[in-house]
């Protein structure tokens, strides 16, 4: 890897909590930070030029 060059690893929604249920059209609150989709692992790599 080059200087300046980072690689991150992370999970979204790590305790896999459902979101809270809302009267609304998606049915879900998508501000809380929860996931309909569930826990979410992603891995970033980012290269300094």
């Known amino acids: 890897m080059q200087d300046g060059s980072a690689v991150t690893f992370g999970i979204k929604n790590a305790t896999d909590e459902g979101p809270p249920k809302m009267n609304t ?21 980012k290269m300094a030029l």
Not at 33 to 38: D, L, M, R
């Open 25 to 45: 059209d998606g049915g879900y609150d998508a501000f809380s930070g929860a996931s309909p989709v569930g826990r979410i692992y992603y891995a970033r790599y």
